[in-house]
């Protein structure tokens, strides 16, 4: 029987590369299993066909259109970035008639979660502004007040710098001060300067939206000029990426740049046995490759396989739709059931928070 093909464009190159290679590995890991086991789906294998993007709007709206138009693609899958994502979805509007949707991107913004998007997109993990409130109401218990925002200048930049902003108004405060960096700059840059623009300001704790190369150049920056207070960064750094690089740059200074991080999450700590998908994905990941984003693509696969399952073995895309849609209820694997339905297109809304301990993430307890 043929091979359900899924589209997946996302980073595969540059100094973001680490996001995509874990994500699908992820996920791919998952599908290899479910066909070496099970002999895919229905007797169908699951494979993934991968472009690179870059993580650049450009490239992903080419690669969308041709997976779109080839009529190979069966669903879109584990796209990587909020400026990537965003500029294919007029896409799916303008091809709506073919059914296809995306399924499990990797960003947490608003418009594919709104109208007139939202029907196309099926939103797993939860959004930016449940990530931003979460860290917002965790700084605020801990008696901080004077936060200021790292922020990438573009369209996931502003989407986390809005969900902040939002955050702190329910306690009657806005950031101190926004900084930004251009995306895909590269964990050489020197961030002094916004450390020092932050710093004057008088902040006493910072939320990033960034990726891990540039958030990493940033505490860098701060603790090598002992500027110790608490930093935070959304899921969609990959923290195991970020510190990685923190630990190779504090073996080159001779001091130690991972203390006092905070991060949000999406799904738990891949080293939490007690959840059964954690305790699957750890007994099939290779060694060293269990991350949280990794740990992402291999819940977003879970999800995908089981709606497969329920649309038959002859699926059709509307009934793979109405299939992702029946998973109301269904809990992967994480305590914590999806509410996607016919009228809901997002499935989780839980948000988990780590910090640093001894060089690695530990589980911190939200607010």
Not at 170 to 175: I, K, P, V
Not at 283 to 292: E, L, N, Q, Y
């Given at each position: 029987m043929p091979a359900i093909v899924v589209g997946v464009s996302n980073v595969q190159s540059g100094p973001s590369s680490d996001l995509?290679?874990?994500?699908?590995?992820?996920?791919?890991?998952?599908?290899?299993?479910?066909?070496?086991?099970?002999?895919?789906?229905?007797?169908r294998r699951i494979s993934i066909l991968l472009k690179d993007d870059k993580y650049e709007p450009d490239p992903a709206v080419k690669n969308t259109n041709e997976f779109i138009e080839s009529g190979e693609v069966f669903f879109l899958f584990d796209y990587v970035g909020t400026p990537?994502?965003?500029?294919?979805?007029?896409?799916?509007?303008?091809?709506?008639?073919?059914?296809?949707?995306?399924?499990?991107?990797?960003?947490?913004?608003?418009?594919q979660r709104l109208p007139p998007y939202s029907q196309f997109v099926f939103n797993v993990r939860a959004s930016y502004r449940e990530e931003t409130r979460?860290?917002?109401?965790?700084?605020?218990?801990?008696?901080?007040?004077?936060?200021?925002?790292?922020?990438?200048?573009?369209?996931?930049?502003?989407?986390?710098?809005?969900?902040?902003?939002d955050a702190l108004a329910?306690?009657?405060?806005?950031?101190?001060?926004?900084?930004t960096y251009r995306r895909n700059q590269p964990f050489e840059?020197?961030?002094?300067?916004?450390?020092?623009?932050?710093?004057?300001?008088?902040?006493?704790?910072?939320?990033?939206?960034?990726?891990?190369?540039?958030?990493?150049?940033?505490?860098?920056?701060a603790r090598m000029t002992d500027w110790n207070v608490p930093i935070a960064n959304l899921s969609f750094v990959d923290a195991v990426a970020m510190l990685a690089k923190l630990h190779e740059a504090s073996r080159k200074a001779g001091k130690d740049l991972t203390l006092?991080?905070?991060?949000?999450?999406?799904?738990?700590?891949?080293?939490?046995?007690?959840?059964?998908?954690?305790?699957?994905?750890?007994?099939?990941?290779?060694?060293?490759?269990?991350?949280?984003?990794?740990?992402?693509?291999?819940?977003?696969?879970?999800?995908?396989?089981?709606?497969?399952?329920?649309a038959g073995p002859d699926p059709s895309r509307i009934g793979f739709i109405h299939a992702m849609?029946?998973?109301?209820?269904?809990?992967?694997?994480?305590?914590?059931?999806?509410?996607?339905?016919?009228?809901n297109h997002q499935g989780l809304h839980r948000v988990w928070l780590t910090r640093t301990a001894n060089g690695r993430w530990i589980?911190?307890?939200p607010q």
């Open positions: 995509g290679h874990e994500l699908v590995l992820g996920s791919q890991t998952y599908f290899d299993l479910i066909n070496r086991r099970d002999g895919g789906i229905h007797g990537t994502l965003t500029r294919t979805l007029p896409l799916l509007q303008y091809y709506q008639s073919d059914s296809i949707v995306n399924v499990a991107p990797l960003t947490g913004a608003d418009p979460a860290l917002v109401r965790y700084f605020y218990a801990k008696g901080y007040r004077k936060l200021g925002i790292l922020a990438q200048a573009d369209a996931y930049g502003k989407s986390g710098e809005l969900g902040v902003n329910a306690f009657g405060l806005s950031a101190l001060r926004t900084v840059d020197d961030m002094s300067l916004q450390v020092k623009l932050l710093r004057d300001a008088g902040v006493d704790a910072v939320i990033a939206v960034g990726v891990y190369g540039p958030s990493a150049a940033f505490i860098r920056d006092n991080l905070i991060n949000g999450q999406v799904v738990p700590s891949p080293d939490d046995l007690s959840y059964p998908l954690v305790a699957e994905y750890r007994a099939h990941a290779a060694a060293g490759d269990a991350t949280f984003i990794g740990l992402e693509g291999w819940l977003n696969a879970v999800i995908v396989t089981e709606a497969l399952r329920r849609e029946s998973l109301h209820g269904w809990d992967p694997g994480i305590g914590t059931a999806l509410e996607f339905s016919p009228t589980p911190e307890e």
